[in-house]
Every structure is written in C-alpha cells, then in structure tokens.
C-alpha cells in the first residue's frame, strides 16, 4: 500500500504562527542516559503548530469543540486541487478554472506555498492564502473540510480571519500545514483524524493520503 504522509515535520526548529511558542521534546525524568529503564518524554507547545485542524469553536462562539466534530469530516474522499499558478490568493474564480469535481466532499488546495520547505523558514507574510470568496464557494457547494499547504488560511491583513469565520461557521473544517507539492491532483483517501483532546479548538494529527479506491 502506497502512503503519502502529506503532515509537516515538527520539532523545535518548526516555523510556528506569530505569537505562538515554538514545539518542544524533552525529557525532565527518566531517561536511558540516566540508567532509568525507560525514555519518557515530554511535549510543549500550541495546539496550532504543525500539521493540524481546526474546529468551529476556533473562531465560532458556541461553536463545536474537537471532540464533538465527526471522525467522518476528517476521513474520506479529498480531491487535491492544482492552485500553483494563482499569483496572490486562492479565489471563487480560481476553483472554478480548476474544475473540482461536482461531487467532492474535501479539497486540498496545491499552492506555490509549498515550493519550499516553508516549515522550516521564517514566517511569509506573502503567503498563498484563501480569499473569502473562496471560502464562499466552497460553503455554497457543500464542502466539507478543506485544506491549505500553510500555517494559516488567512492573510496577516485580515486581523479578523473572515475565511476562517465562513468556513468554520458554517461547519466546514480546516486541515492546515501540508504538504502536496510532489502529490498529484486528483482523488484520494484523507485520513486526518485528530488527537482525541476534549474541550479544545485544535488538535495535531498525522495527515495522508491512500491513493483512491483505499480505505
């Protein structure tokens, strides 16, 4: 079985968004260096770092929590969309140049972000985001995640993240930090599914691909 690990690297080197604390792996206690039997190892970090999804009660007011989005919204049929040719952001009018598919339920957007390592460089103001008509569209034609090959879907000059409000107000997740440069377009199986955190807006998840036809 073919897998394409489509999920970002993370580590304390990994790029984060403004403001929030790097990723970081250490071990306080127990350690094979020590003469302990076990490594046992710590985390600290934001739930928004690396490869994650959002929640509705990221943005939304009363919105659903993690743990109340269906498994369904993250596992399924996602069809990676080719958006490497729009020079500033992805629009209503670029999705419907790309001919996505009249039946698809996710879409990945494949944009110039990823023709670098942008993980692992300082944060691009410039970045390919995704314009609120876009994020319209795919509301009006019943989308229901989407995903984005950066940290975040909106641009630093939307201080109040109205793509995020579109999408996750109207119940239509977000996957963001992926990697699609070397993953052809076309259909596949996402499986994205979460950690199983309560009560949180985001969570990290090991993000792939199974070509279609694999579940």
């Known amino acids: 079985m073919k897998i394409i690990v489509i999920s970002v690297p993370t580590d304390a080197q990994t790029t984060v968004f403004p403001g929030d604390a790097?990723?970081?792996v250490f071990w306080p206690g127990w350690t094979h260096a020590k003469g302990d039997p076990a490594n046992v190892g710590r985390f600290q970090g934001g739930l928004h770092?690396?490869?994650h999804v959002d929640a509705p009660w990221?943005?939304?007011r009363g919105g659903i929590k993690m743990q109340e989005v269906p498994l369904e919204k993250w596992i399924g049929p996602a069809d990676v969309v080719d958006l490497t040719t729009e020079p500033?952001?992805?629009?209503?009018d670029a999705l419907e140049r790309a001919n996505v598919p009249r039946d698809a339920q996710r879409l990945l957007f494949?944009?110039?972000n990823g023709f670098s390592d942008y993980w692992r460089e300082p944060w691009?103001?410039?970045f390919i985001f995704?314009?609120?008509s876009a994020a319209q569209w795919c509301v009006d034609h019943g989308i229901q995640m989407i995903g984005l090959d950066y940290l975040t879907i909106d641009p630093p000059t939307e201080p109040t993240f109205p793509s995020h409000l579109i999408l996750l107000g109207a119940g239509v997740t977000i996957l963001e930090n992926i990697v699609l440069r070397d993953v052809h377009v076309g259909r596949y199986t996402l499986h994205a599914a979460p950690v199983n955190l309560q009560d949180v807006d985001g969570a990290w998840c090991r993000a792939y691909l199974l070509p279609e036809?694999?579940?």
């Not at 500033?88 to 209503?92: E, G, I, L, W």
């Open 124 to 126: 691009n103001p410039e």
């Open 213 to 215: 036809g694999r579940a």
């Open 110 to 112: 494949k944009t110039r």
């Open 58 to 60: 990221h943005f939304i």
């Open 130 to 132: 995704i314009h609120t």
């Open 22 to 24: 790097p990723p970081s």
């Open 49 to 51: 770092h690396g490869t």
């Open 88 to 92: 500033k952001c992805v629009t209503a």
